[in-house]
């Protein structure tokens, strides 16, 4: 008798076995999915703390870099939006400035200030910037142009004294009386009477990001 049920309860074990076949392997796939699953999430949620930790190093040694070259404190900004087609027009974020002031980083004058909104800024880079006025030692002229990667000022008199590697800060530009880092000499043009100068900026117009805003 014993042998019996036992026998009959293989059998029903074997029978629901073979009815429900398709029942267990989908529950099987559904388990292992779940078990999968979360470990695919987990490694893309590493995966993006990685590259958001990297962003936020770079932002660091950046911001660092700015501090260690430029000992005056001033606010600190950053460009947020950069004007599709307008060569060198950009926002920067904030709104407590002036019209004209200065944006500067680590290697020099970036820009200046136009106009204030109520959240935002709107500016332009140097390479935008007509009649900038300069000073070299003791020579004072202005920018005219920017041309092949050279700021060029064509008003300077053969009695100034300027030599190559003469390096080249602003004059007063509206309310802003401290000399700000431009370039450098690189090339002089003489004339009759005149010289014509190319300065070199170290400033990659072309990758900005927080800049100072000297008022």
């Known amino acids: 008798m014993t042998n019996f049920i036992k026998n009959n309860i293989v059998y029903l074990v074997i029978l629901l076995l073979l009815l429900y076949k398709g029942v267990l392997v989908s529950f099987t796939s559904n ?14 949620e590493i995966n993006l703390l990685k590259e958001k930790n990297k962003e936020l190093l770079n932002s660091l040694n950046e911001v660092t870099k700015l501090n260690e070259t430029i000992n005056n404190v001033y606010p600190l900004t950053k460009l947020s939006y950069r004007i599709p087609y307008s060569g060198y027009d950009f926002y920067i974020t904030g709104s407590s400035y002036q019209v004209n002031d200065l944006l500067v980083n680590q290697d020099g004058l970036v820009g200046i200030i136009k106009d204030i909104k109520k959240d935002y800024s709107e500016c332009t880079m140097l390479p935008n910037i007509n009649n900038l006025s300069i000073k070299i030692g003791d020579a004072f002229g202005t920018i005219s142009k920017y041309q ?10 053969n009695y100034d004294n300027i030599n190559l590697n003469d390096k080249v800060y602003t004059a007063k530009i509206g309310d802003v009386t401290e000399l700000v880092f431009i370039g450098t000499v690189a090339k002089i043009d003489e004339h009759d009477i005149s010289k014509t100068i190319y300065i070199k900026s170290n400033v990659d117009f072309d990758n900005i990001n927080y800049l100072y805003v000297v008022s």
């Open 31 to 44: 388990i292992n999915s779940l078990l999968t699953k979360p470990s695919n999430n987990y490694q893309t």
């Open 148 to 157: 092949n990667d050279y700021f060029i000022a064509s008003d300077f008199s």
